[in-house]
Structure formats: C-alpha cells, structure tokens
C-alpha cells in the first residue's frame, strides 16, 4: 500500500506539473484509499512529497477530478497537522470558487473541505467570512434543501460562523431566517431540529436578525415545539422544549421583536407565552417569568401587565417555589416583578396585592442570584413609597438580614443592593422608628462605608440616609459615628476634588448635623474643617458654595 501511495504521489506531481491528466484519476483513487486506510500516515505523505501546492490546479471548475481533489483534502484537513499546510498552499481561494458550482458533489465535497481546514481557527473563518462565503452558502441552502448532505453541510458552516461577530451583519443581509425557518418546518427529527437550533441560537442574539425570525414565522414554529413536548418524557422531547423555550425568550431580548410580540399586550403570543407561568413545567414557568421580564422593559408594557392581573400569576409561581426551591425559577419570576416594579403608578397596586409578602418568604435564601433580585424587588417597590418604606424598615428581621449581607465581600452585587436598600428604607421613610431599627440592626456602619463607594449615586444615597440618621436620632447613632470614623470619612469627601458637588454639599450638611454631639463636634473641631470649608465658598457649584458659607458661619460660632 505505501509503495502504491507513493508511486501514486510522484505521478500526480509530474502530471500537475506538465499538465496531463489521463493518470490523475487513478492516482486520486489510491491517495483516497490510502486516506480510507491510514488517514495520519497517509497525510504525513502527502505534506513530504510536496503534494499540497500543486493541488490547486486540480480544482478547476470544469475538471472531472474536482470532487475526488475536494474530497482529498477535506480527508487530509481532519489532521489539526495538515491545515495550515493547506491554507500556505493557497487552498482557500479555489475552494471558495467552487461554491458557486452547481454540481452537487462538488458542492458537498467543498464544503466539507473548507469546514475541515478551518475547523476551530477564528482567523481562518473570519477570513471566509470576508471572501463572501456566507450569501453563497445561504444561496445554496435555498437551491439544495432536498440535498440532506448539502444542507446538513451548510448547518454546520453556519454554526461555526454564527459564532464570530463579524458573521452576523452579512446574516443580516441575506434570507437566512426564511430559509432556516422553511427548513425548520419540513424537520420531524430531532437531530435535524437540533442541528437547526443550533445555528439558530447564535444567530438571534443578533437584533436585526431577531426581528427578521420572528416576521419569517420562527415564533409559531417554537410555539408548536413547545405544545407538543410539553408532557413528552424522552430525553429528546424535554430537551427540545428547553430549547424552544429559551429561544423564545431570546428573542424577547430584542426591543422591535419584543414589542412587536407584545402588541399591546394583545398579542396571540403573548397571551400564549403568560400561559406558560401557571404550567406544572419547571421549565415553561422558567420561560414564561423570563418572557415577562423581557416585555416588562418599559413602562407602557408594565403598565398595561399590572393591570392585567399578571402580578397575582407571578405570586402564585413564586408560592410554588418557597418549598420547591427551583432557583432559576424564583430569580426569573423576581427579575419580572422588579421590572413591573418601575413605573411610579405600579408601586402601590403591587405593594396592595402583597407583593413584599410574598418577595420576604425569601429572605432565607443562601442563593445570592435570589438575594439580589429579591433586594432589587423591594427596592423599586418602596421607592417613594413611604408607608411600604416604613413598615418594612421596622421590620428587625429584614434590616437584621441586609446588615448580614452588606458584608457579603465575596458577592459585590448583592452587598451594593444591600446598602442601598438599607438606605433607601431611611430615605424614602423619613421615620425615626426605622433609623432606630437600623442603629439597633447595626447597620449605620455600612452605610458610612457605603459613603466611601466609587459609585457617586451610591456615595449620595448613604449620605442622605446618614444625614435623616443624625437629624432623627444623633443621640443613638452617636457611638456608631464614632467608631466608624464618620467624620473623619466626611473630611475625606469635602477634601477630595474629584468629589461630586451633591457629595460636598451633603457632606456639608452632615457635618452641621452631628455637631449637636459632643464627642462628634470634638472630632470637627480637631480636624481643622473651617479650612476645607472655606476654600468650597469658590467652587462653582452656586449651592455648593452657598452651603460652604452656611456650614463656615456654623463652624465658626460652634468653635
């Protein structure tokens, strides 16, 4: 067999070389054979002999040879070892021709051989991608869908290309959904569906494409999916209807496709997908609070949603949850209750329908994706509401729980929701009983650290807090200002000019606030802040400089 291999290689050099083709054919017979036998060694062949460079000759569009070349170096490009060798020996450019055949062999053994040279390579892909590959193949999709080989190669080159950003515009540009959508509906296999998804996926993280699939029909095809799998049991069928369900959701993420499924919340899909919230499928519940979520993205839609009675379905799916525990399941359904939460007028018809309630069977959790959602809930719904405020700052096991978490250093984004939930139930209250519950909870020591933030919004809600904190309670805050080096964190914020106006004029007033204790004005005092006080009656903020000079007279009589 080698000598035969190798008596073959040294004809097919000569003949490509003189231009004679009568032996071609034989000789490509026994490299393919030899490929079939031992496809390592027999590469290894190929690249000493020199064979690679002249391989392109043989590609020519007319030729009688061409499939069984194109099939030759697809087998040779299985080898990681071969590819490069066959990008240096100018593969690429003739391979690329080739897709505008209309012989089919042709086509199929092209692909294959592009998809192997390329195979896990970006750059080589990226490459492709800029000769113009994509609008040829979806062109072929279209002409070849009875082809199953020549479709299911053109799948697999979507999949891989789908995944480059760069692919995505000339997508975009083409058919592709209508194609993939029709291709979709006359599938019954599963692996021929799954084959679909999988390029469908990365295709509609992509706006413009989403918008695309959903006018070319993709929603009712997922909608179909997802009717007929949802009591199936084979391994196939639930991991089909996952499928169709997250892609559904996907394409929810796209503002034009989400509103146009919302329409006006009298959408067809749209009452289908809510139908899904109440289902015994943990799955389709998971889908239909994430679908809400992604509809609840502005406040006409959340409007129109709370007053649909879509809370009460959210509630009752969050109820279900508290002993099952589907985490997934209660993040998603407390991400759509925080987004209805937004609009000013939802507060209070959500706060009546007993929304914190059931948001507080929670407060257990030692999940901190529910921790954080489960705080951003609360936090949109007492904003401006000073009753909710009021009754949930007194709650001494809630505040109790935030201070806990305000310490959760391996989890930022739950301690940053902590300290402004903690701040804002002061802010929004305005009472004494909640700052009382918040001293006594120990939390005041967090919302001085949360003065020191790098987030501005962050530095100005615990210094308002603090300030309604020494204005409604200095006497009981006092030891906690003192040992958390309140003052001496104030001076830090007056001094630094890259503070914010609001934080200098806050500060200010935070200062005037706690010099009606002694210890506190003590500190003041021996920190010189006269000095830095008086330099802000130049800054160019007007109510910053008008504070300094109000915060200097004060100063300046207290001394």
Same mark, same amino acid.
């Given at each position: 067999?080698?000598?035969?291999? @190798?008596?073959?290689?040294?004809?097919?050099?000569?003949?490509?070389?003189?231009? @004679?083709?009568?032996?071609?054919?034989?000789?490509?017979?026994?490299?393919?054979?030899?490929?079939?036998?031992?496809?390592?060694?027999?590469?290894?062949?190929?690249?000493?002999?020199?064979?690679?460079?002249?391989?392109?000759?043989? +590609?020519?569009?007319?030729?009688?040879?061409?499939?069984?070349?194109?099939?030759?170096?697809?087998?040779?490009? $299985?080898?990681?070892?071969? #590819?490069?060798?066959?990008?240096?020996?100018?593969?690429?450019?003739?391979?690329?021709? +080739?897709? @505008?055949?209309?012989?089919?062999?042709?086509?199929?053994?092209?692909? #294959?051989?592009?998809?192997?040279?390329?195979?896990?390579?970006?750059?080589?892909?990226?490459?492709? =991608?800029?000769?113009?590959?994509?609008?040829?193949?979806?062109?072929?999709?279209?002409?070849?869908?009875?082809?199953?080989?020549?479709? !299911?190669?053109?799948?697999?080159?979507?999949?891989?290309?789908?995944?480059?950003?760069?692919?995505?515009?000339?997508?975009?540009?083409?058919?592709?959904?209508?194609?993939?959508?029709?291709?979709?509906?006359?599938?019954?296999?599963?692996?021929?569906?799954?084959?679909?998804?999988?390029?469908?996926?990365?295709?509609?993280?992509?706006?413009?494409? $989403?918008?695309?699939?959903?006018?070319?029909?993709?929603?009712?095809?997922?909608?179909?999916?997802?009717?007929?799998?949802?009591?199936?049991?084979?391994?196939?069928?639930?991991?089909?209807?996952?499928?169709?369900?997250?892609?559904?959701?996907?394409?929810?993420?796209?503002?034009? /496709?989400?509103?146009?499924?919302?329409?006006?919340?009298?959408?067809?899909?749209?009452?289908?997908?809510?139908?899904?919230?109440?289902?015994?499928?943990?799955?389709?519940?998971?889908?239909?609070?994430?679908?809400?979520?992604?509809?609840?993205?502005?406040?006409?839609?959340?409007?129109?949603?709370?007053?649909?009675? =879509?809370?009460?379905?959210?509630?009752?799916?969050?109820?279900?949850? *508290?002993?099952?525990?589907?985490?997934? *399941?209660?993040?998603?359904?407390?991400?759509?209750?925080?987004?209805?939460?937004?609009?000013?007028?939802? $507060?209070?018809?959500?706060?009546?329908?007993?929304?914190?309630?059931? *948001?507080?069977?929670?407060?257990?959790?030692?999940?901190?994706?529910?921790?954080?959602?489960?705080?951003?809930?609360?936090?949109?719904?007492?904003?401006?509401?000073?009753?909710?405020?009021?009754?949930?700052?007194?709650?001494?096991?809630?505040? !109790?729980?935030? *201070?806990?978490?305000?310490?959760?250093?391996?989890?930022?984004?739950?301690?940053?929701?902590?300290?402004?939930?903690?701040?804002?139930?002061?802010?929004?209250?305005?009472?004494?009983?909640?700052?009382?519950?918040?001293?006594?909870?120990?939390?005041?020591?967090?919302?001085?650290?949360?003065?020191?933030?790098?987030?501005? =919004?962050?530095?100005?809600?615990?210094?308002?807090?603090?300030?309604?904190?020494?204005?409604?309670?200095?006497?009981?805050? !006092?030891?906690?200002?003192?040992? /958390?080096?309140?003052?001496?964190?104030?001076?830090?914020?007056? /001094?630094?000019?890259? /503070?914010?106006?609001?934080? $200098?004029?806050?500060?200010?007033?935070?200062?005037?606030?706690?010099?009606?204790?002694?210890?506190?004005?003590?500190?003041?005092?021996?920190?010189?802040?006269?000095?830095?006080?008086?330099?802000?009656?130049?800054?160019?903020?007007?109510?910053?400089?008008?504070?300094?000079?109000?915060?200097?007279?004060?100063?300046?009589?207290?001394?």
């Amino acid at each position: 067999m080698a000598d035969n291999l @190798s008596e073959a290689l040294k004809k097919l050099k000569l003949t490509t070389a003189d231009g @004679s083709s009568d032996s071609v054919e034989s000789c490509l017979d026994c490299l393919l054979k030899a490929l079939t036998h031992n496809n390592v060694e027999a590469s290894e062949k190929v690249q000493e002999t020199g064979l690679l460079p002249m391989l392109p000759t043989l +590609l020519a569009p007319q030729s009688p040879c061409t499939p069984k070349v194109a099939n030759i170096i697809a087998e040779l490009a $299985k080898n990681e070892f071969m #590819r490069s060798p066959c990008v240096e020996a100018g593969l690429i450019p003739p391979l690329v021709l +080739l897709l @505008s055949s209309s012989d089919q062999e042709v086509l199929l053994q092209t692909g #294959r051989a592009l998809g192997n040279i390329c195979y896990d390579s970006h750059s080589l892909q990226a490459q492709l =991608i800029s000769m113009g590959v994509i609008p040829t193949l979806v062109k072929l999709l279209g002409v070849h869908s009875d082809n199953v080989g020549l479709t !299911e190669m053109c799948l697999i080159a979507f999949g891989n290309l789908a995944e480059l950003e760069s692919s995505k515009e000339q997508f975009a540009s083409t058919n592709i959904a209508e194609e993939l959508v029709r291709l979709f509906q006359k599938q019954s296999e599963h692996e021929k569906r799954e084959m679909i998804f999988e390029v469908l996926a990365p295709l509609a993280e992509n706006d413009v494409i $989403k918008l695309q699939l959903v006018d070319a029909g993709l929603v009712e095809c997922l909608l179909d999916v997802v009717a007929h799998t949802v009591d199936g049991e084979r391994e196939e069928e639930v991991a089909q209807l996952k499928t169709a369900s997250d892609l559904m959701v996907l394409l929810l993420l796209g503002d034009e /496709s989400m509103q146009k499924l919302f329409e006006g919340g009298k959408g067809s899909v749209f009452q289908r997908v809510l139908s899904w919230v109440p289902s015994h499928n943990h799955q389709l519940q998971l889908a239909g609070a994430l679908a809400i979520a992604n509809f609840a993205r502005n406040d006409g839609n959340c409007i129109h949603m709370v007053d649909t009675g =879509i809370v009460q379905k959210l509630l009752d799916l969050l109820d279900r949850h *508290v002993d099952e525990g589907n985490v997934t *399941v209660q993040h998603a359904a407390l991400s759509a209750l925080r987004n209805l939460a937004i609009p000013v007028v939802n $507060k209070a018809k959500m706060l009546s329908a007993g929304v914190s309630d059931i *948001v507080l069977k929670f407060l257990p959790s030692e999940r901190p994706p529910v921790q954080f959602k489960l705080l951003g809930t609360l936090r949109m719904l007492i904003d401006t509401q000073a009753d909710a405020a009021d009754q949930l700052g007194t709650n001494l096991r809630l505040v !109790e729980r935030l *201070v806990e978490w305000c310490e959760a250093k391996d989890h930022a984004g739950v301690m940053g929701e902590s300290n402004r939930l903690l701040s804002a139930l002061i802010r929004h209250s305005k009472s004494k009983d909640v700052v009382r519950t918040v001293i006594q909870g120990g939390g005041v020591k967090h919302l001085i650290t949360m003065a020191t933030s790098e987030h501005m =919004i962050m530095q100005n809600e615990a210094l308002v807090a603090l300030g309604l904190i020494a204005a409604l309670d200095l006497v009981g805050a !006092e030891k906690d200002f003192v040992g /958390s080096s309140l003052v001496q964190v104030l001076h830090k914020l007056l /001094s630094d000019e890259r /503070s914010a106006p609001e934080i $200098k004029y806050n500060s200010m007033i935070l200062i005037c606030a706690v010099m009606g204790s002694e210890p506190l004005h003590k500190e003041v005092q021996a920190l010189a802040f006269i000095e830095v006080v008086s330099k802000l009656r130049s800054h160019e903020n007007k109510t910053v400089s008008h504070q300094a000079s109000l915060t200097e007279q004060r100063l300046t009589a207290q001394s």
